[in-house]
């Protein structure tokens, strides 16, 4: 099984930065992409950033500019990094890995989420 370790939210004012952390660890057989997910008050689940295996990127218009996603195939750890904060990006930043792990099939896997709030 493969299991998620993430770090890095908080509290921060408008404008401000934060950095995102996702250690997947576990009988990992093979990580394909991975991605970051916001589920804000009122709001479904939405897809923020994603970063497969090859390294190519996605991300939801809302913060073209201002995120960068990344990954470290060593560590088998995404990140992201958020500039330019602003309040509607508030809301639970959940860590997902497309993972295959040691005799079992292709599957995603969910971190348990981390709070990041945008307030003056």
């Known amino acids: 099984q493969v299991q998620l370790a993430e770090s890095g939210g908080g509290l921060v004012q408008p404008g401000g930065s934060l950095r995102l952390s996702c250690a997947a660890s576990?009988?990992?057989?093979?990580?394909?992409?991975m991605g970051w997910y916001r589920q804000a008050p009122g709001n479904q689940r939405e897809l923020v950033a994603s970063?497969?295996?090859?390294?190519?990127?996605n991300y939801a218009d809302s913060v073209k500019g201002r995120f960068t996603i990344s990954r470290d195939n060593v560590k088998n750890t995404v990140y992201l990094q958020m500039n330019s904060l602003k309040p509607e990006d508030t809301g639970v930043y959940v860590c997902?890995?497309?993972?295959?792990?040691?005799?079992?099939?292709?599957?995603?896997?969910w971190g348990q989420g981390t709070q990041v709030t945008v307030s003056s």
């Open positions: 970063i497969s295996s090859g390294g190519s990127t």
């Open positions: 576990g009988s990992i057989f093979t990580i394909n992409a």
């Open positions: 997902n890995v497309d993972a295959v792990a040691f005799g079992r099939p292709r599957v995603p896997y």
